[in-house]
Structures are given as structure tokens and as C-alpha cells.
């Protein structure tokens, strides 16, 4: 069965192919199918904006559509940046700029615990809807460390250990990842037959 990639996002979908790489089923990407309009996330969470992409990519395809919607939250800093995390510190910014922000309204704070979350939607063509999530908690570094993974990953300390997603390698990342996570509870919501909710 084909299904359709929402993301854009190369990180994404290499992570989205490896996890799901055991079913059979083929995750063909936007650019794969010649998709170039930009959906608006309007959603006030996750899930709603993760349904938003899922529907818009269905809708133009003809295809199932799976998205997602992820974002690290700050417990310092009240949940930010939470939904905004693609666009953290103004839409000019870009990569390594977005965590360097991030450090910077760190600065002074004792209390750095954070997790990064994910929703994963899939719509399908008939209106069903099938979602999961996923967490990671850990800690905001002091200083970017790693080359790997993307986003925030060079700052977010993993649970009580000392290292950052970035320094993880893809493998490891995968099994403990907030994405990992809501990928895997999303592969079980696939198996379990009549399980799919309703939009």
C-alpha cells in the first residue's frame, strides 16, 4: 500500500523510512509526487496541526497521508517554544540559530528539564483517522554538543544522561526518540484492525 509523506523535512522522513521500514508498504515523499504548496498549521496543538497536513496531503493525493507534528517543550520557559518550535526567535533565523536562541533565554536558569513530543496522524481517503504520540523528556544543555539528528537535537540532554540527541547515532536515536515513539505506537494502531478513529 502507498501512503504519502506530509513533511518536507529530509530529517523527517529518513526517520519516518527507517521506522517503519518493517511493513510493507511504500511512504513516497512530496517531492516525490510533484507537491509544492505549503499547508498552514492553524491547529492550537500538536495533533490538530498534525491533522491539518495529514488531510491537506490526502485530499490532494488521493493517497493515505501521514504527518506529524513534533516541538520541544520548556518547562523554564512555560512550554515554549511548544508549536512554535520550527519558527522559534522569528522566521529569518535558520539551523544551529534557532538553538542558539534558545540557550541564550536559558541563560541563568537552574530548572532546564524539557521533553520533545510528537503526534503522528494519518488520514485516509474515506474521512478515518489514525494517530499515536510519542514523548522524550530529558534536559536543556549548557552548550550545543553533536553532529547529528537536527532541530534542537545538539541541546536536549537525553533523560538523566549526559548526552545529547545529536550525539546519539540514527539507531540509537530512533529507539528513544519522541518520534521513534509515536512511530512505533502509530505501527501498532496500524496492526489493530477496526481500531481507526473517525474524523
Known sequence: MKFAL???????????????????????????????????????TFYENALIKAKA???????????DDSGIVVDALGGEPGLY?????????????????????????RQRSAKYVCTIVCAYPDGSIISAE???????????????????????????????????????KNKISHRGAALRNFAKRLREEGKSERA
Open 134 to 172: 510519542g514523548e522524550c523528556h530529558g534536559h536543556i544543555a549548557e552548550a550545543p554538543r553533536g553532529s547529528g539528528g537536527f532541530g534542537y537535537d545538539p541541546v536536549f540532554l537525553v533523560g538523566d544522561t549526559d548526552a545529547t540527541m545529536a550525539e546519539l547515532s540514527q539507531e540509537e
Open 57 to 67: 496531503i490526502s485530499e490532494a493525493t488521493g493517497l493515505p497521508a501521514i504527518a
Open 6 to 44: 506530509a513533511t518536507a523535512n529530509p530529517g523527517k522522513i529518513r526517520e519516518i523510512r527507517e521506522i517503519l521500514s518493517g511493513f510493507d508498504i511504500e511512504l513516497v515523499s512530496r517531492e516525490d509526487l510533484g507537491l509544492c504548496f505549503d499547508v498552514e498549521e492553524t491547529g492550537s
Open 85 to 109: 518550535s520550527s519558527t522559534y526567535g522569528g522566521e529569518g533565523l535558520e539551523g544551529s540559530e534557532r538553538y542558539l536562541y534558545l540557550l541564550e533565554k536559558m541563560k541563568n536558569k
